[in-house]
Nanobody, 124 residues
């Protein structure tokens, strides 16, 4: 079964950090761009960050630039989202997605495979 599984969400105080993981099973991530998306209650899903299959291209939403870092470890078939200086407005369900594409490509239309999501709550 081909799937992505997110983990690492939780409750954190403002200013804190979390690291989300996105593990693939049933397929190899080497040729896939990975995207992280989030959806807050009552809001549309938005792209947070993405990374190309080579790891050489990354993109960030303006709202998270300088605070979030995306990475990948193809040997572990896993991608990560390091989230620092978290704010209450970062509260959302975070999803990872994967799409096969050119080695230098990533974008907000990544959609071949999706994880089930992990809740991130930033609150004092």
């Amino acid at each position: 079964q081909l799937q992505l599984v997110e983990s690492g969400g939780g409750l954190v105080h403002p200013g804190g950090s979390l690291r989300l993981s996105c593990a693939a099973s049933g397929f190899i991530l080497d040729h896939y761009a990975i995207g992280w998306f989030r959806q807050a209650p009552g809001k549309e899903r938005e792209g947070v960050s993405c990374i190309s299959s080579s790891g050489g291209t990354t993109r960030y939403a303006d709202s998270v630039k300088g605070r979030f870092t995306i990475s990948r470890d193809n040997a572990k078939n896993t991608a990560y989202l390091q989230m620092d200086i978290l704010k209450p407005e970062d509260t959302a369900v975070y999803y990872c997605a994967a799409e096969e594409g050119p080695a230098i490509w990533c974008g907000w239309d990544i959609s071949d495979y999706w994880g089930q999501g992990t809740q991130v709550t930033v609150s004092s």
